[in-house]
C-alpha cells in the first residue's frame, strides 16, 4: 500500500506565495517521477509540473518563472513552491507519483488534492 499526505494549501492574497509537500509512504521500491496536477471547478484537471528521479522538470506555461518543483529522495516528499500567485491559480492540487512497484512494474498513485484559493 502507498500513502501520499499533502499539505500546504489555503488561502491567500493574490502575489502572495505558498508551499505545498507531498510525502509519500508504503510499499514500493523506488519513486520515479512526482509531480503536480490541479483542477479548477468546471475545468479538465492539468499538469502544473513535474520531476523525475534525475530532477529534470518540466513546468505548464502557465507557471513558468512563477513556481518551482523540487524534491527530497531522502523523504519521499515533493514540493512546489509557488510565488506570485493569480487568482486563476485557484484550484485543487493534487500530487501524483510513479513508484517501482509489485513485480518491478510502475504504478501511479494520487494524492487527495488540497485546496489552494488565491484572492483579487
Known amino acids: 500500500q502507498v500513502q501520499l499526505v499533502e499539505s500546504g494549501g489555503g488561502l491567500v492574497q493574490a502575489g502572495g506565495s505558498l508551499r505545498l509537500s507531498c510525502a509519500a509512504s508504503?510499499?514500493?521500491?523506488?519513486?520515479?517521477?512526482m509531480g503536480w496536477y490541479r483542477q479548477a471547478p468546471g475545468k479538465q484537471r492539468e499538469l502544473v509540473a513535474t520531476?523525475?528521479?534525475?530532477?529534470?522538470?518540466n513546468y505548464a506555461d502557465s507557471v513558468k518563472g512563477r513556481f518551482t518543483i523540487s524534491r527530497d529522495n531522502a523523504k519521499n516528499t515533493v514540493y512546489l513552491q509557488m510565488n506570485s500567485l493569480k487568482p486563476e491559480d485557484t484550484a485543487v492540487y493534487y500530487c501524483?507519483?510513479?513508484?517501482?512497484?509489485?513485480?518491478?512494474?510502475?504504478?501511479?498513485?494520487w494524492g487527495q488534492g488540497t485546496q489552494v484559493t488565491v484572492s483579487s
Open positions: 501524483k507519483i510513479t513508484y517501482k512497484g509489485r513485480l518491478h512494474l510502475d504504478y501511479d498513485y
Open positions: 520531476i523525475t528521479s534525475g530532477d529534470t522538470t
Open positions: 508504503g510499499s514500493f521500491f523506488s519513486i520515479n517521477a
